[in-house]
């Protein structure tokens, strides 16, 4: 088997170059399956209505006009929509983050450190199997007075038990020396959660942080179901509500003249790409933890 060695010294053969081209060639082409329809909803909402209408649109504006963004950035129920999502966030992650740090934290030690562990770790788990149903939640809740409030969209998700076990599972793996070390200093268990245990356990708490504000950000259902009034939609049931019935009935006056340069398409269109921009611009910062967190984190045998 011929082989050549590479310039880190390592020898790789054929085979192995043509498995890492093919791998990238795939992993390239399922890249494009998900970035072109976010570049068509992007050109499209530059096009002009006509563009939009005849399906002339791909990959690239025509007649570009920035009038659709114009008609969002003056529409008042959707950056009405935009910030109840935004308080969704406010109060959801923050609050998610604690509760999944300070669970998970008992729950990393053996059962000779913490008594009941197992069946405590068994609680958690039916949950994720089993659930009261859609009829039963609303009721509750109505009976909470939680409907038509803000907090019906943050307190049902407030305890993601898969991200309990994702860190729990990453503390287990962190050094038990460390810990160690600090009760032997003197600090007690919350000095050592908070300052040994929280600092070593960044990158999984970075990829918790971003599954619960993707699931907050892109949940649409419970708004439409527990919200009694549009205005106190959050941004995903508003835009639910505006791609299956786009009413020109609600365009005010001022607004018909803008509607010869734009159609329901390209104010679709539009509103998805604001909506989306913000989770865009926050995984960045996020991603350098993302590998890291969920490798580690993982289930293990």
Not at 93 to 105: G, S
Not at 199 to 219: G, K, M, Q, R
Not at 221 to 248: E, V
Request: with cysteine.
């Amino acid at each position: 088997m011929r082989t050549t060695k590479a310039k880190n010294g390592i020898k790789t053969s054929w085979q192995r170059k043509a498995f890492m081209i093919f791998n990238l060639s795939f992993l390239s082409l399922i890249s494009l399956i998900c970035i072109l329809p976010l570049v068509h909803v992007l050109a499209l909402s530059f096009s002009s209505s006509f563009a939009a209408s005849s399906g002339k649109v791909s990959i690239w504006p025509v007649d570009a006009t920035l009038e659709s963004y114009k008609y969002v950035l003056q529409n008042t129920a959707f950056w009405h929509a935009f910030v109840v999502t935004l308080k969704r966030l406010l109060f959801a992650v923050p609050l998610t983050l604690f509760i999944v740090f300070i669970t998970a934290y008992p729950l990393a030690k053996n059962s000779q450190k913490f008594k009941g562990r197992e069946l405590y770790t068994y609680f958690l788990l039916i949950p994720m199997l089993f659930g009261g149903g859609l009829i039963p939640e609303y009721m509750t809740y109505m009976k909470y007075g939680l409907i038509n409030n803000i907090w019906v969209l943050v307190l049902p998700g407030l305890i993601p038990i898969f991200s309990i076990i994702l860190l729990m599972n990453f503390m287990r793996d962190l050094p038990a020396e460390m810990e160690e070390a600090a009760s032997i200093d003197g600090a007690g268990p919350l000095t050592s959660l908070f300052r040994v245990i929280l600092p070593l356990a960044t990158p999984a708490i970075a990829t918790i942080a971003l599954f619960s504000i993707v699931a907050h950000w892109n949940s649409w259902f419970d708004g439409i179901l527990y919200m009694n009034h549009p205005k106190n939609y959050p941004l995903q049931s508003f835009l639910q509500k505006t791609l299956t019935a786009f009413d020109t009935r609600t365009i005010s006056s001022k607004d018909l003249g803008m509607m010869r340069l734009i159609s329901d398409q390209t104010t679709r269109a539009a509103q998805i790409f604001v909506a989306t921009l913000p989770v865009l611009l926050v995984y960045p910062f996020l991603q350098k933890h993302f590998t890291k967190g969920l490798v580690m984190g993982s289930v293990k045998g």
